[in-house]
Structure formats: structure tokens, C-alpha cells
């Protein structure tokens, strides 16, 4: 929605939060988690992050993990300006601009807030396309030495809107799941090869989860190792984000644990 007067950008605001707070409290909330210490509430967490999801599915980590120490990357655009507001007082640090274009400015207080925050980042917003991952969050992965996590998510038969992302509203008290992969390590000094290969795996890998916790929704039942989780500030996140972190896979092995083919013949992991 483009507004620009601050009254109508604060008016729509308060109201959009209200409505996320009441609706998504009704959802039943189940995560099956490769490694349950990427999330900043668990007491085994320890150093920052980089959480990726699609675009479409904002409103689960939105509403969950406020007050969580994570900063979110958003577009400079004036689509983003009620969603920043929202996004601030859902308890999350907002930075506006772009890795690429323009984004000198966002990478220099990305840089800084990484070193005692999380970072988040929707890889296909603004405006797509749909589930296609563009590469900053591999080239930011890459320049900072953070690790990235990457949060497939799924309703159980959600509407979803007309919009390029085919955004997605959960019904009322329906099924939420989260499938959530390991903490995924980036090489430094990636050429562009080396950066085109990890996009394209950690596009797949996402896509991959993505579908399983739609499938997971729709179908109900147990996983193996997941819980039920709750909209829960974490109380150590900040003093956590600042120590340092156990190094996090490589992009291969978690293709490979996932059952994703780890490459295709378009794209072979270019030589070290």
C-alpha cells in the first residue's frame, strides 16, 4: 500500500499489528528443527544469524519472534513503510535499502548491527519474483561471516492474496509448521561463480523446505524432533549474538541431509 502521510503510514500501522497479534495467536504452532540452537530463544544459541524466508509467508516469524535482538532488511520503497512501522512494533530493528543497488549505506549498518544482532532478510521481496532468491543474502553471508538459517514455512490451506507473491493469510485456528535447516556457512571472497553456485543451492533448499512445511500443514500429524513453539521474546539474544559461533555447515552437506541434489549440471560448485 503506497502512503505517505506519517498519520495514515501510523494509523494503518497500529491497526495491521493489532490484527496480526489477534489472528496469528490462534494458530497452532509446530517446528521440526535441524538444529533446535539456531533459534535465538533457545539456552544452546550463540552468535548471529541470518534468517531467510520467503516473502509470502512474513506473518509466522513476524509474530513469533519479536523481541528477539533480529534487525530486518527492508526495501526503501514505499510499499515497505507500513510494513517497517509494523515490523518495529512487533519488537524487530528495521534497516532500510538494498545489498546491491544503493545499499552502501544498508551494508555499513548491516555490518555494524551484526555484531551483536541477527539479521533477517524475505530473498524475493520486494517484488519478486515468486520464490526466486536473489543473491544478497549470499554476498552478505559471504562479507560478514555470518551464517545463514533458512525457515520453510507452510499453513494448513491458507487464502492467499492476488499479490506477485501470492501472500499468504492462515485461517484461524489451522495448523502453522516450520521446517528450519542448519546453520549454513558461506565462504568469504566468493567470485561470481562461487556466489551463482550458493544461490542457486540455498534457492532450492528453501524451496524444498518451503514445500515440506506446506505438505506438513496440510497433512498434520508428528515429525521426529519437533516441538511446539510460542510467540516468546528471548531474553538473552543480544549478550548470545555477540559471542562467537560454532561454524555452520557447508551448503552441500545440508542439501544432502535435506534429500535436495546438491548441484545440477547448470551449475557445478566452481573449483576452490
Known sequence: MKLKSHFAIGAWSLVATACIRQWM???DYRVA???SSVDPVDPNYQGAKIYVFWHENILLPLYLRGNSNISMLLSRHDDA???DRVARMMGYGVVR???FK????????LTERASHENLTITPDGPRGPRRRLAAGCIFLSSTLGIPIVLMGVGYERP???STWDRFAIPKPWSRARGVVSRAISIPPDLNREGIEWHRSGVERLLVHLSDDAEAWATQGGRREGDRLVHKQPAKNARAAAALPAAEGVLLESELIRANVEP???SHQRPAA
Open 25 to 27: 495467536h490462534t494458530l
Open 33 to 35: 528443527f535441524a538444529d
Open 81 to 83: 513503510n507500513i510494513l
Open 97 to 99: 535499502g538494498s545489498t
Open 102 to 109: 544503493g545499499g552502501s549505506v544498508a551494508l555499513r549498518l
Open 159 to 161: 487464502w492467499r492474496l
Open 263 to 265: 548441484h545440477d549440471q
